[in-house]
T-cell receptor, first 112, second 112 residues
Framework: DTGVSQNPRHKITKRGQNVTFRCDPI?????LYWYRQTLGQGPEFLTYFQNEAQLEKSRLLSDRFSAERPKGSFSTLEIQRTEQGDSAMYLC??????????FGPGTRLTVL | SQELEQSPQSLIVQEGKNLTINCTSS?????LYWYKQKYGEGLIFLMMLQKGGEEKSHEKITAKLDEKKQQSSLHITASQPSHAGIYLC????????????WGAGTKLIIKP
């Protein structure tokens, strides 16, 4: 399967715990995006990488959130001291150019 | 808040009937994307429109972008159960860098 993959698919955690999600983009895509989506809403942009450089970060992303893309391949999104409001679907997408973005299946986070 | 207005929010259509979903922005768009999402899953790319007046078709789905590049419509002809899902429009604004802004989605239910 050469699509975008995300792990884990589901994560249940207690408030205050840290969580980390992983995204493996399509191998030749140098652009990688993270979005957050809550029920009944479209995706909200979180951050964008071109290769290993994080070029844009949403104001929605508090300092509890951090993303990395070492070596310009896979990316991780970490949330520290999770809050119930962090419960959402976290989507990763990659693209080769400024064109369509290919989305992974998402990681659904539930914070109890 | 969503910067793209999608209408309707939800739609129930008898199988075999035609339907149209609209997506409107107050700003001129660089590109307009249509995606489909099944509940709890990632987004599947349908079509991308970039030029004013552009129209694209794939199987029974046709998408159009108006001349001003501020409004798009997605039309499904002779709807089938497989068309059920959430349709999302995403767009790049002319003065944006890399991120897509999104509509809230249109939930389509096909009645057999």
């Amino acid at each position: 399967d050469t699509g975008v993959s995300q792990n884990p698919r589901h994560k249940i955690t207690k408030r205050g715990q840290n969580v980390t999600f992983r995204c493996d983009p399509i191998s030749e895509h140098n652009r990688l995006y993270w979005y957050r989506q809550t029920l009944g809403q479209g995706p909200e942009f979180l951050t964008y990488f071109q290769n290993e450089a994080q070029l844009e970060k949403s104001r929605l992303l508090s300092d509890r959130f951090s993303a990395e893309r070492p070596k310009g391949s896979f990316s991780t999104l970490e949330i520290q001291r999770t809050e119930q409001g962090d419960s959402a679907m976290y989507l990763c997408a990659s693209s080769p150019t400024r064109n369509e973005q290919f989305f992974g299946p998402g990681t659904r986070l539930t914070v109890l | 808040s969503q910067e793209l207005e999608q209408s309707p929010q939800s739609l129930i259509v008898q199988e075999g009937k035609n339907l149209t979903i609209n997506c409107t922005s107050s700003k001129t768009l660089y590109g307009l994307y249509w995606y489909k999402q099944k509940y709890g899953e990632g987004l599947i790319f349908l079509m991308m429109l970039q030029k004013g007046g552009e129209e694209k078709s794939h199987e029974k789905i046709t998408a159009k972008l108006d001349e001003k590049k501020q409004q798009s419509s997605l039309h499904i002809t002779a709807s089938q159960p497989s068309h059920a899902g959430i349709y999302l429009c995403g767009a790049e604004e002319m003065d944006s860098n890399y991120q897509l802004i999104w509509g809230a989605g249109t939930k389509l239910i096909i009645k057999p």
